[in-house]
């Protein structure tokens, strides 16, 4: 594929969502290899700032938006022009813009994407520059995690869940291209609670949010608007990953699965993806290890080829960073929907220690069976000892369990499993498994 451009400048004017100041953004065509650039033109020397992991901002503060500096300079609420960017696959441009902050317009994408379409698109000489994400990244906070692994199209995955009645546990997945986010993603607009607004307005943020540009939600619904899709708040959020991961100036290949994450735990994946990218020594589209090798990922198809469960009892949703009969680490998105949730606690639910042991158990059966050694065969439980409780894992987490072989001989296999949710350990057991021929399930 060849890099992109637009054929024509485009501009748009409106008022910045956190500093309320009006502002002018002219997006202008660039050459090849020259990536995104923005010139802040409200400034005697016209300071330039490439888009890239190096410029993209770490500081804690910058919560609710993403921002990008160099010379001191800085861009804010850059995260929605990003998005369209990726979204139309344009490589290079160049945007003028004559405050520190993009214009907020309604919240979304769907304006800046109606407009770049309007200026055309225009295709370059030089081959893109996409990198495909070659071992698994986890990144964690406090209330939020993101994994992406290795994937043939950027597909992104999201958990959202809030202390809201309208807000608990929504998840929606989307992979993402032209097409998919021009009708899925573009139009989802920023949202927040209407308990936060004081809060958020105390420290000086959201000066030029309105009802019409953000969704305010309440426990009825958003102030004063509609929503645009049933579940727009989650799908913001996706919007929100897909242009954080541009922040690295060039397009990626993955499968993300985030959990209540945000704007700093995904700037935090950029600065990792760019440092796989280096220790892959700058390579563009390097070769993903063939199945069998280190770094296999098992989705839920390939899960149910290899273990009989089925659902209700199928408690892992993917299995990625397989070395085969070594290790390997689990994913189980949890939801309100699993159907445990219904007797176990529904006032409050609470993941059943149990149904966590059986999650790692299977995780632990995709490793030791796709060894090689022990085709043809179904792992059992023999025993499990030094079981420990440490965390409640709720509706909305995402648990993730790694698993280490500690001996495998040719009916018995031990297993260590540790299972997380973000940075704290919620879960960790030692499991002993026989081997049976799988004729057994049909005897």
């Not at 009825?220 to 608007?225: T, V």
């Not at 609470?350 to 149904?355: A, D, L, N, R």
Request: proline content about 4%.
């Amino acid at each position: 594929m060849k890099q992109k451009t637009i054929k024509n400048p485009v501009t748009l004017s409106g008022v910045g969502l956190h500093s309320g100041k009006q502002v002018r953004m002219t997006i202008k065509p660039a050459g090849d290899n020259e990536g995104v650039t923005f010139v802040r033109a409200d400034l005697s020397d016209r300071p330039a700032i490439k888009v890239n992991a190096a410029n993209t901002v770490t500081d804690e503060r910058i919560t609710r938006c993403s921002a990008i500096e160099a010379q001191g300079v800085r861009v804010y609420t850059v995260e929605h022009v990003m998005a369209a960017l990726s979204g139309l696959g344009l490589d290079n441009v160049t945007i003028e813009i004559d405050a520190e902050e993009v214009p907020g317009l309604d919240g979304s994408s769907l304006e800046i994407l109606k407009a770049l379409e309007q200026a055309g698109i225009a295709e370059g000489e030089a081959e893109k520059k996409i990198f495909a994400v070659q071992e698994p990244i986890v990144v964690a906070n406090k209330t939020g995690t993101i994994v992406i692994v290795p994937h043939d199209e950027l597909h992104v995955s999201y958990t959202l869940d809030y202390d809201h009645p309208l807000l608990r546990s929504q998840f929606f997945a989307q992979t993402v291209d032209a097409h998919s986010f021009a009708t899925q993603l573009a139009p989802a607009r920023t949202f927040c609670l209407e308990s936060e607004v004081t809060e958020i307005k105390a420290h000086g943020l959201a000066q030029g949010a309105n009802y019409q540009n953000t969704l305010v939600m309440s426990v009825k619904g958003p102030l004063e608007n509609t929503l645009r899709f049933q579940d727009e708040c989650v799908r913001h959020k996706v919007l929100d990953i897909v242009g954080d991961l541009f922040l690295l100036g060039y397009p990626v290949k993955g499968a993300v699965y985030a959990t209540k994450s945000g704007h700093r735990l995904n700037r935090t994946l950029v600065k990792k993806i760019e440092a796989q990218r280096q220790k892959y020594n700058g390579a563009w589209t390097p070769k993903i290890a063939p199945a069998g090798h280190g770094g296999r990922v098992f989705n839920i198809d390939e899960i149910m080829k290899i273990l009989p469960h089925r659902y209700p009892f199928l408690f892992v949703d993917r299995v990625i960073e397989v070395e085969a009969g070594k290790k390997g680490i689990g994913i189980k998105n949890v939801t309100v929907n699993d159907g445990f949730f219904q007797g176990h606690f529904p006032q409050k639910p609470v993941m059943p220690g149990v149904i966590m042991i059986e999650a790692m158990a299977q995780t632990a059966g995709i490793v030791v069976l796709t060894s090689g050694a022990h085709n043809g065969k179904v792992a059992l439980f023999m025993s499990i000892s030094d079981v420990k409780f440490r965390k409640v894992v709720s509706p909305g987490d995402q648990l993730l369990m790694e698993v280490e072989i500690v001996r495998d001989r040719e009916r018995t296999a031990q297993v260590k499993g540790t299972g997380r949710v973000g940075t704290d350990i919620v879960i960790e057991a030692e499991m002993t498994f026989s081997y049976l021929d799988a004729q057994y399930l049909y005897n």
